[in-house]
């Protein structure tokens, strides 16, 4: 099970720092990432990080977000600087023992997600 939080309304140039706790998933080796979605459209891919502690940033976020995680604590975080309006959407955390491919950029790639958090920039 993987639960979000964090998200709220936050000015343009603002930050916000999202957290997804982990439970249930058989080790703590999992490949994470976060997604984000808005109305109308398929889940964009924002970053990942894989169980030897490689990340990967969409151009879009590069730079101004950054991907952790807490494997004594299971919890992944999205920390997110200098938001835009256009990172508007629902985010969604991810997770998968097995990845097939780097970066892993699709819905198919996860195997767990969580219920989504929103994050409003305006």
């Known amino acids: 099970q993987l639960v979000e939080s964090g998200g709220g309304a936050v000015q343009p140039g603002g930050s916000l720092r999202l957290s997804c706790a982990a439970s249930?998933?058989?080790?703590?080796?999992?490949?994470m990432g976060w997604f984000r979605q808005v109305p109308g459209k398929e889940h964009e891919a924002v970053c990942a990080?894989?169980?030897?502690?490689?990340?990967w940033y969409a151009d879009s976020v590069n730079g101004r977000f950054t991907i952790s995680q807490d494997n004594s604590k299971n919890t992944l975080f999205l920390q997110m600087n200098v938001l835009r309006p256009e990172d508007t959407a629902m985010y969604y955390c991810?997770?998968?023992?097995?990845?097939?491919?780097?970066?892993?950029?699709?819905?198919?790639?996860?195997?767990?997600w969580g219920q989504g958090t929103q994050v409003t920039v305006s």
């Open positions: 990080i894989d169980t030897d502690g490689s990340t």
């Open positions: 991810a997770a998968v023992q097995t990845r097939f491919r780097w970066p892993p950029l699709g819905e198919a790639d996860f195997a767990y």
């Open positions: 249930g998933l058989s080790d703590n080796s999992h490949c």
